[in-house]
């Protein structure tokens, strides 16, 4: 039987190959090749090749295990196991040459949904900063093989606390309310642009905090991991699984603070 360890290299190993054949099509020169759920809402060329490039790679090594990518879509799974892969997040900040953008890998026990999964290992690669975090469940949390934690002992108010927004304007409208009613009360917010990096930032200390409603499960499986062994909590709607809904992430005196407010303001969306 194959290890978390081991899952977490095969992970770590695709993901800095994938990453780094991205760059290299982003000094090529970007083209976009469709838009999704609006037009902000971008796919280049390169995300295509890269999940393609994932794929192939992961079948290779482990031909038994299913497949879920943002571009491509799932394949089943005989083995009980499924790559979750986001070929690259943060692809405005790729298109934009913003270098904040990282291919994400994780691998998942049981069917691949957020509710009922559980992440055995996961990979983010920030090839423009060189940059590999990864994580296996019950080994801890890793940034180019050091060991990394979270923030603790951080009140609400003198935390930097991460979000993002949803490409549809309506939604971001309604987001941006939560980010007026809480900016008054934290030491300041950042938008990065792409989710690992930012659950990333959280088990690394460069974020005390992050919260985000609409992702989706490549956006969070192989971050939400990374930072939970960092040391975060990381839960959704009334502490239950995050999901598309919601994911709060923090260490866990600070997400007491910062979860129920969003918890009350996002379960009354629906």
């Known amino acids: 039987m194959t290890s978390n360890a081991e899952l977490r290299e095969i992970a770590a190993t695709v993901a800095r190959r994938a990453a780094a054949f991205a760059l290299q099509r982003r000094q090529d020169g970007v083209e ?6 609006s037009l902000s809402d ?9 999940e393609q490039l994932v794929r192939d790679a992961l079948s290779a090594a482990r031909p038994r295990d299913g497949f879920l ?8 799974s005989e083995s009980g196991l499924t790559w979750v892969v986001d070929p690259i997040d943060g692809t405005v900040n790729y298109f934009y ?3 904040a953008w990282a291919v994400s890998i994780a691998v998942v026990e049981g069917d691949p949904d957020p509710a009922t999964w559980r992440t055995l290992a996961g990979a983010v690669v920030n090839p423009v ?26 009140d609400l108010e003198l935390a930097l606390v991460g979000t993002g ?3 549809d304007a309506e939604v971001r409208r309604r987001q941006a309310r939560f980010v007026g009613e809480l900016i008054g009360d934290v030491r300041d917010i950042r938008r990065i642009g792409a989710a690992s990096l930012d659950l990333c930032s959280v088990a690394a200390g460069r974020l005390d905090a992050y919260f985000e409603r609409g992702l989706n499960p490549w956006d969070h499986a192989a971050g939400a991991l990374i ?5 975060s909590r990381v839960a959704g709607i009334a502490g239950g699984p995050a999901d598309n ?6 260490a866990p005196g600070l997400f007491d603070q910062l979860h129920p407010r969003a918890d009350a303001f996002f379960s009354a969306w629906d």
């Open 227 to 231: 930072a939970q062994e960092a040391g």
């Open 69 to 76: 990518g943002e571009e491509s879509g799932a394949g089943g």
């Open 97 to 99: 040459g913003i270098p």
């Open 129 to 154: 900063l060189k940059e590999t975090f990864t994580a296996s469940a019950g080994d801890g949390a890793h940034l180019n093989g050091t060991p990394i934690r979270v923030n603790t002992g951080v």
């Open 32 to 37: 976009i090749a469709a838009s999704k759920s």
């Open 245 to 250: 809904r919601l994911l709060v992430a923090a």
């Open 165 to 167: 927004f949803g490409y």
């Open 42 to 50: 971008i796919v280049t060329r390169a995300d295509r090749e890269t």
